[in-house]
């Protein structure tokens, strides 16, 4: 279990992980553009596991989900304190409708890589991106079985962290490996965005 858990963005995919989590028995701080005001509703629909605060004192948890459009994250990074080994969740995509990415926009690199280079001192793992929303909304566990959530990262002690987080909110974490590699799979484009897979319900039984 990860010390504190901080979600940046409040939309269709930070509260369907706010709720996943929270019903893990995990607190959850929230937070979205406009103020922590502004999440009381979701905050009382969500339950008293979830916190709103400002997005300076989410973004300090141990462990941070970006969960906000493409164009905010560079520009959100270049203004947080750097991240001294803490864990940054990259949930983003960098496009939209899982159309192919413009890699050549991004310097050559997938987008991850791209937000690890934004991240002084971070530990970046990819996942929860290659659901739609509306699957991310639902229980991770069915009677298929766990649907599958993909992760990538540099740090093998960092993926270990995030694939026990993915796993304890009901989800089956498949490590991809690198960033380079594993994003690439996952981004706008890779061969498994949008795919929507099961374990067995067999390996959930055991
Ligand atoms: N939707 C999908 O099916 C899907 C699937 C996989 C990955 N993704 C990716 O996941 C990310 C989030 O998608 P979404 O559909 O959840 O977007 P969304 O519904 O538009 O929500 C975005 C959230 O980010 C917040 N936000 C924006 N800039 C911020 C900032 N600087 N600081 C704090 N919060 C900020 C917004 O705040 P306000 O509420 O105040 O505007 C909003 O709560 C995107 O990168 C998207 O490409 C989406």
Redesign the pocket.
Known sequence: MTATIGI?????????LAAHIAASGQDVLL?????RE??EPLVEELGPRVTALE?SA?AAADLVV?????P??V??LE?LPPWHGRILVD??????HFRMPSRYELGGLTSSEVVQASAAGARVVKT?????????ALPPATEAGRRVMFLSGDDQDARVVVGALVDEIGYAAIDLGSLATGSLLQQ?GGSLAGRELWTSAEVVAE
């Open positions: 940046v963005g409040s939309g269709a995919v930070g509260r369907a937070c979205n553009s406009r103020g502004t999440l997005t989410v970006f969960a906000i459009p493409w905010a994250v520009p959100l203004e949930a983003t995509a960098p496009a939209s929860f991106c290659t659901l739609p929303a509306a699957v991310l706008p």
